[in-house]
């Protein structure tokens, strides 16, 4: 192969790339391979804390994210949901976030997922009853802050409609019944694409048992966190969320058929079940497969830019 | 409603698509959705600066909240008044006489950042100058890297070890962790080097010091490059996601 | 502090809606006006003196904070023992006021903003210079934001005391709308614009990465070795084949070898502490320039 | 009242790093030929501007998109030397600002120097603009300027976010020289990937001392030079200290109660146990220094207050 050949691989035009990147992901989207993984150690104590929490107790949901990082934090959401509903555990949510479209969007996620169970002939998640939102505070420090110090001042006033039409002070819900504080919560998660975690971190950690779900940007930061106990487990990035759709496939230390052990999470001691939520592999196994296409694409345009870069100095010099 | 939803992903897909057309090169679509997306973000802003930001933070502090239900009344405070008048003297930068008065509300901002940097120096770079010096003794030579934390049993399956003895190995520092430990210290000393501005690196060791630092510079930066790489790479496949699967229903 | 304590009414706090409190607000707001009629007459050599006067006093509010000593356990509640105490209670106090200014100054200022954006643009169209239609288009949809999100902001604000308008049901022509521009197209264009960054991540690496220098090869080692560690598949063949061999030779050792112990270890062995020697450089920066600004020692640019 | 015994320390060494700043300053006052080492990015500044006068193409610049602050005025002191030369030749620039606040600092600064030359009517509506305070409605509107325009170069200082990798593969595609900076490292990676210069970390703060040669400006980054040699000091005395100090018996150890307050058990050498034998990170003379003891009766120093009688009653209580 001669010298020009060899030019031209080192200098392929940025739209190539572009189109070539473009035909892959969108194919990658149709094998939804279950790929095998390790799965962190941070996801493996998050999985297991939520299948082992009381199912009597609320759990606390903050959502802090928009339509731009929807990638990750749409597929985060969306696992947390699905765990929450079959395990039928009542929740709580809201945004502390300056962004003010984050609780619209978490509003929407909830609906599809209740269209998705009606579809499935599953159990509906009734506003009042099985959930709440609590709606917008701009300020997640200050949220934060007078959460930590009284849960009914920082939360006070707001109302719900309940299925029945009735307007309810949302402590008289059956969610949010027997709560004075923090500590009456089962688990409090931070799902978000900013440093809300941060503040929840520094307000909440020594309140109520605090985990979270974070973009990949955001993720390496919290892995101090969770080495000093402060989070019990955390989902970061989309390999995060795959490890918590893997895990609700296959359990921790759980023998499936043939005694074929599938996820082996060394910190956890004994066996968590798997969901079996009717969707356990969804959005993140389908991104997750195709993630790796995209990256092995970039590898190999490195390798080949590189390979054609000497190729092309020795055919030059064979040349001369 | 369903109509309404499809017509709603539309509006998305088309836009999406609108300003991808950018990429293969600058053109009358991407005009065209470039423009409405400068319009409605400026909408937008016009929107959220009072509704979010002043009505909030500046007219209730101002006025107050009278009490309501189980609320408590919030006292006004009138002092928030003066703002407006600083904040207008930002507009003075339009008049060719008077414009030296729109570094009045810039240099309360101004001011109020430098303060604050002063006052937070310390809490911010503290902790990190501590959390540098790093121990490059070993504390025990009776393994040179870190034991692990298991062993195993006559079946050869692991075993994790008794608390206490983990505990012995969480003590320690070890041949290969001090390594490391004197690698970071180096790595941080030649860095900090590099960006010494005043004093003329003389001679062939000091030089050489300086270029090592950038070199461990890079090796930092290509790291950081690395590990944004899946964030960016699941929103582009969010996006073919959402042309695919929720608009055109395929591939579910 | 803040939180915790009682609304306690002073000269400075007041009954929300009483006509005292509008006095005062009304006549703060003139005499501010006043003042800065005032100055509009200063002297030219009095203007340095009156910016530097504002820099400063701002800036002293949070070195006071800093140096002032603190009021230790401070309970709600509670009088200063002495003067001392006074301006540390009074210190503590202003903290969460003082915090909201430059964000409050910042949006007033966003008027100026706009009125630049809409002069390029009408002076586009005015000159029917090249591409003045999509300046209309510009200002059309611009127009109806704002239309529409104040409205849908005054609905749900003030006429909906029951949050009806949260469901979809409820919704009328104005949430329709907003909902089209602000979460079908806005919000869609934003997410469109941010995964862009994944199209030129792949070009960038694609043209820098070669084994060219030194510095651009150890960059391009550190990234691949990072992006491995990302790949799930490769990571669990990997680990997985260490697995068997620790098994196989009873060395636990060998666990250090898979990638993403090599991949931390790069990271916290030679990512951490150069990132942390820039941030010392930077802060420090920041410090000595924040001083330079705070004490009027920057000639030209800002400081007058 | 006493300060609490947390903080001297920090103090201290703040104070000691504003005085090394300001008595920089007052010492570089008055002297002529201070030496800066040789920074690339800036050299490069001056070609870049020839090369768009040649080719009679517009500069972009952007002063990142945060907030007002020295980083974002110590863009627009950079861009104030590039509009005295592009203001001489001609050469039309486009500063596009995400704030409304840099948008008015950059308005008055670039003005006046416009003003300054005689060339007022080169100074229009375009030359510094505000296009949108949103991300990526910003990141549209400029890389469609950039490609409409064919910018010849394109300067991108300031802090920058998850944009910045757009305005500079934009501008890379259409071959404009480009000039990049940002104190926010996590952004650094991408403008080197893509830029042709790119100054890293604290040469940004450099910049304005090396192109203009102030003597306050040189002097306060002499003043800089001193604070990075104490705190490299502080990192090498501060792990040879801690080394040895690991090496050691202990005789007592350092605990937190659950109110966070410090307390010391002492050592009993017959009973301990072999992960307690050495010194703990904790028990160390450096970390005892970064993080001084706070007990319960240190917080009982003042004199207990009166209650207010003006204050609001709790209900209840």
Redesign the interface.
Known sequence: MNAAFWDKLQK?D?RV??VV?VVLTSIGLFLKAE????VDDSSADFYAKLMKIDPNKPVVVQTDW??????ENMAHLECLLRILMTRKIKFVYYSATSDA?AF?VA?DVIRHINEERKAMNLKVYERGTDYI?LGLFPNAE?AN??MR?DIK?AWGGR?V?MPDGN?TDIFQTPVLKGVNSMGDFGLMVVVTASDTIDFAVQRLNDKVELTGMATGVIA?GMLPYYQARQLKGFAGGL?GC?DMEYMMKHGINHPEEGGKIYVNAGKIVGEVPPLGSGKDLARATQY?AD??I??????F??VV??VA??AQKKAKKGAE | ?DQ?LF???S???F??IG??SV?YKENKFY???????????????????W?S??YD??WL??????AEGTS????????????????????M?MSKK?N??S?????????????????N?WT??GA??YG?MQPVIPTTWSSL?R??L?T?NEA?A?VPLSPDAAAVIRSNIYATQAL?NF???V???T??S??LFNFELKGKFLRSFNTV???????????????T??A??A??I??MS?IWNEWLKLGR | ME??A?????F??????SPE?WV???V??IL??G??FA??KAPIRA?RM???S??????????L???W??????????????A??GVAFWLDDAVP??A???????????????M??L??HT?RIRRKAQ?WK??V??????????GF??VD?IQK?FQDP???L?E?ANWGPVQ?GQ??????????????????????????????????S???T???????????S????L??IW??GINNLV?QT?N??L??FKI?EV?G???????????????????????????????G???????? | ????DTGWFG?FI?LM??TF??SN?YRAKGKKELFIRRISGLNALDDAIGRATEMGRPIVMVPGIG??N??S??A??IF?QVAKTASQFGTPIRVC?A???V???A?E?IRDVYQGAGMIERFD??T??????????F??GVSGMIL?DQAAASFLLGEFY??S??F??TA?AIGAIQIAGS?K?AQ???F???CDYVL???E???ASAYLTR?P??VG??I??DW??IL?AAMVFFGFLLNSIERVQPATQHRGEDDKGNANWTPVDSATVKEKDKLKKANDTFTFQVFNPFITEA??????P????P???K?EGK
Request: with cysteine; glycine share 8%; aromatic share 14%.
């Open positions: 392929v940025r790339l572009y990147l790929i095998p993984v390790a928009t339509i731009s990082t929807r990638g479209p619209q509003t939102g200050g802050e007078s110090n001042k109302r409609r307007e390496p390999k795959y997750y993630l790796h995209a990256l092995s694409l970039l590898i345009a490195v830019g590189n870069m000497f | 409603m309404y017509i709603k992903l509006v998305g897909v836009f999406t300003l991808y990429l005009r065209f959705c470039e423009h409405i997306f400068l319009g409605l973000a400026a909408g937008y802003s016009l929107v959220a600066i509704t930001i002043l933070q500046w502090k101002m006025t107050g909240v009278p408590k009344m919030v006292p006004g405070y009138f002092m928030y008044a003066v703002l407006l008048p600083i904040g207008l003297c930002g507009y930068v008077h030296w008065m570094k009045i509300p810039i240099g309360v901002i101004l001011g109020l950042w430098s303060g604050q940097q002063v006052k120096w911010q770079y990190q100058i540098s890297s034991p692990a298991y195993f050869g692991k490391s690698i970071f210290v790595t941080l000393v860095a900090l590099y960006f630092g950038r070199w461990l510079l890079m090796v930092g930066f290509g790291a950081l490059f690395g590990s790489v899946m960016r790479f929103l582009v969010d996006r959402f | 939180l915790l009682q609304a306690r009414l002073t400075f706090g007041m009954t929300p809606n409190l005062k607000i009304i703060t707001f501010g006006l003042v800065m100055f509009t203007r009156i910016v530097f504002f820099t400063f006093a701002s800036g002293l509010f949070y070195i904070l800093w140096l000593p603190v009021a230790v356990a401070r309970e709600p509640g509670t009088l200063p023992n002495n001392v105490e006021r003082i909201d200014v430059a964000q409050i100054l910042t949006a007033f200022l966003l008027g100026l903003g706009i630049s954006l002069t390029v002076q591409d999509y300046s288009l510009l200002m059309v949809s611009l127009v109806t934001m704002v999100g104040y902001w604000k029951q949050g009806k949260l979809m329709y909902d089209l521009l602000f979460d079908g197209a806005y919000q869609q264009m934003e997410a469109a614009m941010f995964s862009m960054i994944a199209f030129f991540i792949l070009s960038a690496a694609y043209r820098a990465f070669r084994v060219r030194v510095e651009s150890v960059l391009m080692a550190s990234a691949l070795i990072l992006m491995l990302l790949m799930g598949a990571d669990f680990t997985t098994a009873h636990p050792f666990d250090n993403s991949a270890w790069v990271k916290s062995t030679l990512q951490t502490p150069s990132i942390r020697a820039i941030e010392f450089g930077v802060g420090l920066g920041a410090v000595a320039m924040g001083l330079r600004i705070w004490l020692l920057e000639r030209g640019g800002v400081s007058a | 009242m006493q300060y609490l103090i703040t790093m504003v700043v300001l300053i907030d007002l020295a980083i005025v110590q627009v002191n104030k600002c704030n409304a606040a948008y008015t600092v308005q600064v509506s375009q510094v603009q505000f296009v949108s305070d949103r991300q990526f409605a990141a549209a409409r998850a944009e990798l757009i500079a593969e890379n104190t490292t650094t990676p991408f080197i990937a893509a890293i970390g604290d940004y703060y450099a102030e306050v400006l306060s980054l003043g800089q604070g990075k705190i240190m917080k009982k120093v003042d004199p207050r009166k209650p207010d003006d204050a609001p709790e």
